[in-house]
């Protein structure tokens, strides 16, 4: 008899422990494995969409005199800047394309988060066995260009073409998933313009048909 009762109170124990555990998991490590999780993932997929975006630089297919059309009076004056918005949006599905392929690619990899850096970031941060975080499904993504003028010199203006391009993740982490928007701006071309810039000129946002 006094044998159940010692295994019944061993195994309440047991249970209120575990118990306890799986709460503190869930209050208190949890939430620091989702932030840690998601600062790792944007961390990653900004530099993947970053390398894409750089790649279709280097390979030319961005380029500034294709996008921009300038238009001078007889004079050489310059009157207008128009986008050419077939080229810019042949360049968004072109890009987005290539940022697809490299996440599809990232989920056949799984990533680390140090335990140290969970547990006593402090003392421990970067060391220790790692917690597999692992890319499980990509969501909506997108691509926007838009204008930055700066002043360059003595009636001259420094046009560039910016892409912000972001993409909806969700993250397996230990315990459930996470979901992160992951968003980068590249400086994808840029010209100086000799003159005033037209004031008529139209943006690239609003030009779209």
Do not use: C
Request: proline letters at 3%.
């Amino acid at each position: 008899m006094r044998r159940r009762k010692r295994l019944y109170w061993k195994t309440l124990v047991a249970l209120a422990l575990l118990v306890g555990l799986y709460a503190l998991f869930r209050t208190e490590i949890q939430p620091i494995i989702d932030e840690m999780a998601k600062m790792k993932m944007d961390g990653v997929i900004s530099t993947l969409m970053n390398n894409a975006i750089n790649e279709q630089i280097a390979d030319g297919v961005i380029d500034y005199d294709r996008m921009v059309l300038l238009e001078k009076d007889v004079d050489g004056n310059l009157t207008a800047l128009r986008t050419n918005m077939s080229e810019v949006n042949h360049l968004k599905t072109q890009i987005l394309h290539l940022i697809n392929i490299r996440l599809e690619q990232l989920q056949q990899q799984t990533v680390g988060l140090p335990l140290g850096s969970i547990i006593l970031p402090e003392l421990f941060s970067g060391q220790g066995p790692e917690i597999p975080i692992r890319l499980i499904s990509i969501g909506s993504s997108g691509a926007d260009f838009e204008n930055q003028f700066s002043e360059a010199g003595i009636n001259q203006t420094l046009h560039r073409i910016l892409l912000t391009a972001h993409v909806d993740v969700t993250v397996l982490v230990p315990g459930g998933t996470v979901n992160k928007r992951v968003t980068t701006e590249v400086v994808v071309a840029e010209t100086i313009v000799v003159g005033s810039v037209p004031q008529n000129y139209v943006t690239i946002e609003d030009n779209r048909e």
